[in-house]
């Protein structure tokens, strides 16, 4: 990281975000919201005249609250540096607004700009702005530099907004803003809280990422868990690490499951829990059940040198889609045999059974299909959260 324009923060700011009341011994920081990075396609880069010279705002929901943040961003497969002159974070009013009264800015080693160099991360001095579980903030971000390779997350099913640098950080957004439904660089929200927090973490493809989900509404199987989880308990984070078109062990839509565990699940501090629900498109690409399998069990090995649990998500049917085959139906039976029986993870979430067609067991239940015969609907998304049996996440 090379900090650029030494712009330093005020007193006032400095008493006020970097040592705010709560840091004490008895804080804890935890991932409240993370996003799987890779790099961005051509055609979900940002419409002319892109982002250099312009104000990106960008909202998420929190899984649980806290008494400050601490906000990262990402260049992790930028070929050249990204420099951001400033940013800030407040609650979302919606249509990209940020609450008058509670705009925060934020600072990196006491200084307003930064600069990430490729491959790197940089995250945010602490920011005393307290937030509730499922809380939806905004970020603001003025940027200066951009590499020609974007790193971000281009299934967010979330509106972000570019508008031009004269808007500033002012609560509204500019209604002529440019609206893109992709995250870019945002990487990861974390909050101090007390107790004991922990996070349960999901390793997955487009089913965790939510494609059929409603855009704005954070309606993915993992934002439902999340809901009912902050009812249960408070302390339990949930992070979706599910990246759209991705694969456990061939190359797909971002790195692979297994080239990815290390970053997006070992070494994220506070996890205790994973949930694996991937290969439904290594199966699309004739991927062999013994070779699938044969990756679960590293993954497996790997997540338990760790102390992490593991829990096994079975694949769901894809009967009627582009990737039906009477000889992949027959590898995903063989797999989901595995997850069920072979005992290898400390817990099983039966996918497969509750979304099932009775009648016709390869196929999507009607409740279910969100039409590609693939994926969800928003509908089978909340069903699919309804179904975990929560006790799975206890100790």
């Not at 971000?152 to 950080?169: V, W, Y």
């Not at 090995?301 to 992490?308: F, G, P």
Request: aromatic share 8%; glycine share 10%.
């Amino acid at each position: 990281m090379f900090i650029f324009r030494p712009r330093p923060i005020s007193l006032f700011f400095l008493i006020g975000s970097l040592i705010p009341h709560i840091v004490s011994a008895e804080n804890i920081w935890v991932p409240s919201w993370i996003s799987a990075q890779q790099p961005v396609e051509t055609n979900n880069v940002p419409p002319a005249p892109g982002l250099s010279g312009r104000i990106l705002r960008q909202e998420v929901q929190l899984s649980i609250g806290g008494d400050a943040l601490r906000i990262t961003f990402s260049n992790a497969f930028g070929n050249e540096p990204l420099g951001i002159t400033s940013a800030s974070v407040a609650p979302s009013t919606g249509e990209g607004g940020m609450r008058a009264g509670s705009i925060r800015s934020l600072s990196f080693g006491g200084y307003a700009g930064f600069r990430i160099s490729p491959g790197e991360t940089v995250t945010s001095d602490p920011v005393n702005l307290p937030a509730t579980a499922l809380e939806r903030l905004v970020f603001s971000l003025h940027i200066n530099q951009v590499p020609a390779v974007l790193t971000g997350h281009p299934g967010s099913r979330t509106t972000s907004f570019i508008a031009d640098e004269q808007s500033g950080h002012m609560p509204a957004c500019p209604t002529d803003a440019v609206r893109v439904t992709h995250w870019y660089f945002l990487s990861g929200v974390e909050t101090s809280t007390t107790g004991k927090p922990h996070a349960v973490v999901i390793l997955g493809d487009s089913i965790a990422d939510g494609r059929g989900s409603t855009t704005d509404a954070h309606n993915r199987w993992p934002d439902h868990l999340a809901r009912r989880l902050a009812e249960k308990s408070p302390c339990l984070a949930v992070l979706n690490q599910g990246i759209g078109g991705n694969r456990v062990l061939r190359d797909g839509l971002g790195p692979t499951a297994l080239a990815r565990l290390e970053r997006d699940i070992l070494s994220v501090p506070r996890v205790r829990w994973l949930i694996l629900h991937e290969g439904v498109n290594d199966l699309g690409a004739d991927v062999a059940a013994e070779e699938l399998i044969a990756t679960y069990k590293e993954i497996i090995r790997r997540t338990r040198e760790r102390s992490i649990r593991i829990i096994g998500a079975t694949i769901m049917p894809f009967a009627g889609s582009f990737y039906d085959k009477p000889e992949r139906e027959r590898e995903r039976q063989t797999v989901n045999r595995w997850i069920r029986d072979s005992g290898e993870f400390d817990g099983v979430i039966d996918f497969d059974a509750i979304s099932r067609d009775p009648e016709t067991p390869a196929r999507l239940a009607a409740g279910f299909d969100g039409g590609d015969h693939l994926h969800p609907s928003a509908e089978g998304y909340r069903r699919m959260a309804e179904s975990i049996n929560l006790s799975i996440f206890t100790d």
